[in-house]
């Protein structure tokens, strides 16, 4: 016999009236809706639409194409292909089997490592010519059949080198090498430093035109000044050799009043050059704690009582 539960009138009147508000019950059973599941699919497939591994090849292959760089008549020196060195280019080597093809690197360059994708049906070998500055590594590479492609990297002390290797049935490269533009650009920089550093800091000067009465005082930073003197037209302020490799203090002209303003000079070599005479000038590095060396004009007598 199943018990009886007596509800009061007015708390049954409550319960009927909040269950017909509430929303029918789901079953136990009930599944998600096909249409939702899809949705989410279709909304993760549209965040990803930019993904596309055939796309992320395709521009891959593309790029390695625009930075191969292959052989020309025109960079032929005898039976050597000369290529242009840049970082990050593919250069391109024709070979066939039963030849070797010498692949030359700068002289002076220390060999660190070669790595080929084709180990087996590959020969890959090197050797050395020269002796001392001259001395220069070579890379062989000889396939065992035609139709046959891979790719070399070769790791320098100085730079790596990508190569691009195809057989053909006879046809093969004999020998290629690097022209180094960089390298040359730093060495001409490096010779017109040099020629400028050794080139007079003015010319047509004579000796019985130059006088040295100045003085220098002040501060002992690493920079300062040797002595001053001019010609009559030119101040010359000369440093130690140090001021090429350190912060070269600016150039300051004192007044009559102490006040001091900026000065037109140019560095020659180890000289401030300033075109005109001065009688008080003052150099002057730093800001909190600021380095000042003063130079000043003194008649000649005065000079030679000091000295």
């Given at each position: 016999?199943?018990?009886?539960?007596?509800?009061?009138?007015?708390?049954?009147?409550?319960?009927?009236?909040?269950?017909?508000?509430?929303?029918?019950?789901?079953?136990?059973?009930?599944?998600?809706?096909?249409?939702?599941?899809?949705?989410?699919?279709?909304?993760?497939?549209?965040?990803?639409?930019?993904?596309?591994?055939?796309?992320?090849?395709?521009?891959?292959?593309?790029?390695?194409?625009?930075?191969?760089?292959?052989?020309?008549?025109?960079?032929?020196?005898?039976?050597?292909?000369?290529?242009?060195?840049?970082?990050?280019?593919?250069?391109?080597?024709?070979?066939?089997?039963?030849?070797?093809?010498?692949?030359?690197?700068?002289?002076?360059?220390?060999?660190?490592?070669?790595?080929?994708?084709?180990?087996?049906?590959?020969?890959?070998?090197?050797?050395?010519?020269?002796?001392?500055?001259?001395?220069?590594?070579?890379?062989?590479?000889?396939?065992?059949?035609?139709?046959?492609?891979?790719?070399?990297?070769?790791?320098?002390?100085?730079?790596?080198?990508?190569?691009?290797?195809?057989?053909?049935?006879?046809?093969?490269?004999?020998?290629?090498?690097?022209?180094?533009?960089?390298?040359?650009?730093?060495?001409?920089?490096?010779?017109?430093?040099?020629?400028?550093?050794?080139?007079?800091?003015?010319?047509?000067?004579?000796?019985?035109?130059?006088?040295?009465?100045?003085?220098?005082?002040?501060?002992?930073?690493?920079?300062?000044?040797?002595?001053?003197?001019?010609?009559?037209?030119?101040t010359f302020i000369e440093f130690p050799a140090s001021l090429g490799v350190g912060e070269a203090p600016p150039l300051f002209?004192?007044?009559?009043?102490?006040?001091?303003?900026?000065?037109?000079?140019?560095?020659?070599?180890?000289?401030?050059?300033?075109?005109?005479?001065?009688?008080?000038?003052?150099?002057?590095?730093?800001?909190?704690?600021?380095?000042?060396?003063?130079?000043?004009?003194?008649?000649?007598?005065?000079?030679?009582?000091?000295?």
């Amino acid at each position: 016999m199943r018990p009886t539960f007596i509800i009061p009138a007015a708390l049954g009147a409550a319960f009927l009236s909040v269950a017909a508000d509430r929303p029918p019950s789901v079953p136990l059973t009930a599944q998600p809706a096909p249409l939702s599941v899809k949705s989410a699919v279709v909304t993760a497939q549209v965040r990803r639409k930019s993904w596309k591994p055939a796309s992320a090849v395709a521009r891959v292959a593309l790029a390695n194409r625009a930075a191969t760089w292959e052989p020309a008549s025109q960079a032929y020196v005898n039976a050597v292909q000369i290529y242009p060195y840049a970082e990050g280019a593919i250069y391109h080597v024709y070979t066939a089997p039963e030849r070797v093809t010498d692949i030359a690197l700068q002289p002076g360059e220390v060999l660190g490592a070669v790595a080929a994708g084709d180990t087996v049906r590959w020969v890959i070998g090197d050797t050395v010519s020269g002796s001392g500055e001259t001395k220069r590594t070579h890379i062989l590479a000889k396939p065992f059949t035609s139709g046959l492609s891979t790719n070399l990297v070769i790791t320098t002390d100085r730079r790596s080198y990508h190569l691009a290797l195809t057989s053909t049935a006879k046809t093969a490269m004999a020998a290629l090498s690097w022209t180094y533009p960089q390298d040359q650009l730093i060495a001409l920089r490096h010779a017109a430093a040099e020629a400028q550093a050794a080139a007079p800091v003015s010319s047509g000067l004579a000796l019985d035109q130059l006088h040295f009465n100045y003085t220098v005082s002040g501060d002992q930073p690493s920079w300062r000044p040797l002595r001053a003197f001019d010609d009559g037209r030119q101040t010359f302020i000369e440093f130690p050799a140090s001021l090429g490799v350190g912060e070269a203090p600016p150039l300051f002209l004192v007044d009559a009043k102490g006040e001091a303003s900026l000065v037109n000079y140019r560095l020659q070599g180890r000289f401030y050059v300033v075109d005109r005479l001065f009688d008080v000038a003052e150099l002057r590095l730093g800001t909190k704690h600021q380095q000042i060396v003063r130079i000043a004009r003194v008649a000649p007598d005065q000079r030679r009582r000091r000295s």
